[in-house]
């Protein structure tokens, strides 16, 4: 980013977000452990490892991919990551949202 504004923009919507999923996914965790007798599995813990390093990981990407410059690596990169975000937002909504939402009803 090219100015501080930017910066603690950019960082208030990652931590917003962030703050979203990780309580929502803690009310998941919760409630499953409340299910389960024996406490929480090593799947939830990893899932949450990997929830919790994606942030700090991504950044480090981003950081490493903006050192390129205008380069054309960098350009195919910021394609290629933009083009997995969208495809995982299409799907987590088309497939995990909408046929939970409509089969309940």
């Known amino acids: 980013q ?3 504004k930017e ?3 950019l960082f ?3 931590l917003l977000h962030k ?3 990780a309580a929502s996914i803690g009310v998941s965790l919760a409630t499953a452990h409340e299910q389960q007798a024996r406490g929480i599995t090593k799947p939830q ?3 949450a490892l990997t929830l919790s390093l994606a942030s700090p990981i991504g950044v480090m ?5 903006i050192a390129q410059r205008s380069s054309p690596a960098l350009l ?3 394609a290629l990551l933009q083009g997995l975000a969208c495809g995982t937002f299409f799907f987590v909504v088309f497939c995990e949202m909408l046929p939970h939402e409509f089969g309940s009803g």
């Open 2 to 4: 090219r100015s501080v």
């Open 7 to 9: 910066v603690v923009t």
């Open 12 to 14: 208030s919507a990652l």
């Open 19 to 21: 703050l979203i999923m």
């Open 45 to 47: 813990w990893i899932g």
């Open 61 to 65: 990407i981003g950081w490493a991919l």
């Open 76 to 78: 195919m990169a910021i």
